[in-house]
């Protein structure tokens, strides 16, 4: 039997955004980043948005179903950060399936590690894919509380 890692225990309440007002990519991915300016520093938050938008530049991170999950690996980060964010309206993220996205998942790791990171993702993307309505369902939330209370019990779903 293998370990899964588990995105509820690598995320945090504070780094739940619940319906973020941005109406671009670079926006929430910039609010996203920015939500981690305690841990990191708000010059060090700029350099990691640099970083996740030129990522998003070279293939877009919107994995379908309303769902992107932006990640950068960088040597400015000490250990792994995850923010999730939800968006009410949608965002044209330049998505696999062309459709706006909803939730979001940023995932910023040192530049060091490979294995952490590609295990997070890993996750997301099994838990989203078991789910074509993710989405929709998790931005019925209306605090990061009921949030991460959702995604606990989907997370039950597929590692029971």
């Not at 939730?103 to 890993?122: A, C, Q, R, W």
């Amino acid at each position: 039997m293998y370990n899964i890692i588990r995105l509820s225990e690598q995320l945090s309440e504070k780094h739940v955004i619940i319906h973020s007002a941005c109406t671009s990519a670079e926006g929430i991915l910039c609010e996203m980043v920015q939500s981690l300016s305690d841990e990191l520093g708000p010059d060090v938050c700029e350099d990691i948005s640099n970083a996740v938008l030129a990522r998003e530049k070279v293939r877009s991170t919107g994995i379908g179903h309303s769902v992107a999950v932006p990640h950068t690996r960088t040597a400015l980060a000490k250990q792994l950060y995850c923010v999730a964010a939800t968006s009410e309206k949608g965002i044209e993220f330049k998505a696999l399936d062309g459709k706006p996205v909803s939730l979001f998942f940023l995932i910023i790791s040192p530049d060091f590690t490979v294995g952490p990171h590609l295990n997070i993702v890993s996750a997301i993307c099994h838990l989203v894919g078991k789910n074509a309505e993710i989405s929709a369902e998790f931005n019925q939330a209306q605090t990061p509380a009921e949030f991460m209370e959702f995604l606990k019990e989907e997370e039950e779903k597929y590692t029971t």
